[in-house]
């Protein structure tokens, strides 16, 4: 029966429900997933040899004959062993694998047989040890799990290479011609393979060569098709119609002269992109990078406050309630002459401040209604309460907190009766490097605070070896008796009860656990100050809580997860103490320390690590010398992936396309190839091919 992509692996015969339950767990419906699910390396078997010229150490093919086999039970050890000798035409040897009895029943006497493995020797006897077989017909053509490359597969429980090699040989070999939906000029300029023989390459290579040369294809295609969604998501955009904030350079100079500072350079650059995108009648969508205490906040305040005196409402949105209050606090502080109403909404209480520290707290109810008439300009609260509760009478400006990307679908619930949508700003910390900005974050403009305002002391940061852990809590308790308050972060909640400890989980054991390090502090090291514990699985109203406290100054020392990592500001905090330091990315690392030193005082940063290895050591002086957060991004994303900055969310992209994000060649190529297309066929009319895998792309890759 042929197949095409869309054949689910149920129609295809002679395949048990328990084997298509396992396929199911790896993901894999249909003949699509299955010939997407890529090998994540290869093994290599091509060699293929006769019996008598194998040496101990060799790996490889051999065909033969099964002259005998037997099963022997090692009572003492609970351990079977199959024992079976090959023969060819120049000898014979014999083949041993473990606790696998039912080769027994496939391997019988007589038959004919390929065997790829690693050859060993004991007592002087040469023998295949634990060898890959498999049947085949007497002229030994036509090895799928032998003799050539043979592919190795991401693998779940009960369901292994062998397996998913078999289903996918299967496939292709009754696979309809898959129609090329890739541009032919663009395979040729770029020299990528056709469809058809990119997949038996990706899956079945002749050489690594043309292995490698599918790899390319596969991402290449991947990453052109995230181009073309984000050049027409920007086109989808620029259609729609935004309302226009006008300023005046006076009125800018105005708000400039009466703040407490003078703005940085890129503070300044970023203001006047921001007003420049809204003066136009079109939606904005910009990301507003830099680092922690760059000064994000004021900048956004000064687009929120232009756009206020307009008498248009703006929305500012932040992940905690926490964040949203101190975001209250500021605009209040700096604009307090604004009498347009700059309005906190918080689950349990909502205030107005009409300017002059002329402030209300109001019911909901009646603060909902205020809005939904106009009379609060300026709305800050959390993602979800502003999204659910909240109408605007002339929502022109939205801008999120530390939050990437605001999604459609979000922009559309805020969109006011259909005709306007706001323009949209967004602020973010994690410096993301360039080539996951153009792709991931290809639809969006940026503007970059790239210096820290004047002033600001250099954090002290110092890797610190098990022995001087008592001199790091002598000084913290100094710190303390002076006022100041510390962080200590650590790479996991709880230790893990019945954990099955093995080599390769022994290490983590020793990981410092939030739980562990808390009672610690508290009991044995610090007994006399007071330490508070912090971690995603509380409550997120303990949460917040406990954080309030800490910035009240009524907590010494905060333990927490990575959970702190998002941007409260506690200026008295002066120490960030990290544990099991080598288990965060770079730019994480760099994150944290940046939750210190935002105040007067001199910060210290302390990495502590039980890895005593060299490229752990290197990893972290990285840290200690690295003056910005783009550079770290750029290691981190050549040392672990591009995960560290996408999160754990699934993006819907294939592995392959998402190393390639490693490649900035690449990367510029796609967008150039996704511009020219889109510049000669604006609606895809011409690749009809295109325009449907375009159109299931966009179904499959969630980016909201
Ligand atoms: P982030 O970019 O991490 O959100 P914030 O906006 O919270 O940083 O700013 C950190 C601190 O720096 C705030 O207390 C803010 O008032 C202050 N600040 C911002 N810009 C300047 C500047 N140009 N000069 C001095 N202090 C500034
Ligand atoms: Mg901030």
Known sequence: ????????????????????????????????????????????????????????????????????????????????????????????????????????????????????????????????????????????????????????????????????RMMTQKVLDSLDKVPEFMPESILIKNELPEINQALWEMHFPDTRESAERAGDRFAFEELFLLQLNNLYQKIALAKEKAPVVESETKEIETILKSLPFRLTPSQEKSILEILGDIKRPRPMNRLLQGDVGSGKTIVAGIAAIVTAKKNHQVAIMAPTEILARQHYKTLTKFFNDFRGGIGLLLSKESRIFYGDELETETKKNNFIKRVADGKIKIVIGTHALIQKNVNFKNLALVIVDEQHRFGVKQRAALMLNGETVPHFLSMSATPIPRTIMMTMFGDLDLSIISELPKGRKEIVTKVVDRINRDKAYAFIRGQVRRGRQVFVICPRIEPEENELVTWATLQTLQIKSVKEEYEKLKKKVFPDLKVAMLHGKMKSQEKEKTMSDFSRGEIDILVSTSVVEVGVDVPNATIMMIEGSERFGLAQLYQFRGRVGRGEHQSFCFLFTESEGRAVQERLKTLVNAKNGFELAEKDLRLRGPGEFLGNEQTGMPDIAMRALKDPDLIKTTREEAQDTIRQDPNLKNSPNLKARFKEFQREVHLE
């Open 1 to 164: 029966m042929p197949v095409n992509l869309s054949t689910s692996l149920t129609e295809i015969k002679g395949i048990g429900p328990g084997f298509l339950m396992k396929f199911k767990r790896l993901g894999i419906l249909t003949v699509k997933n299955l010939l997407w699910h890529f090998p994540s390396r290869y093994e290599d078997w091509s060699e293929v040899a006769n019996i008598e010229e194998l040496i101990a150490g060799d790996s490889k093919t051999i065909h033969g004959i099964v002259q005998s086999i037997e099963v022997k039970r090692l009572w003492q050890r609970k351990m079977v062993i199959v024992e079976a000798l090959i023969a060819d035409d120049s000898g014979s040897i014999k083949a041993v694998w473990f606790n696998q009895p039912y080769i027994k029943n496939i391997l019988k006497e007589g038959v004919a047989a390929s065997f790829a493995g690693k050859v060993s020797e004991r007592k002087r006897e040469l023998y295949l040890s634990n060898p890959t077989y498999e049947l085949i017909n007497k002229n030994f053509e036509g090895g799928t799990h032998t003799g050539r490359l043979v592919p190795i597969y991401p693998e779940t429980r009960g369901l292994t290479s062998k397996g998913i």
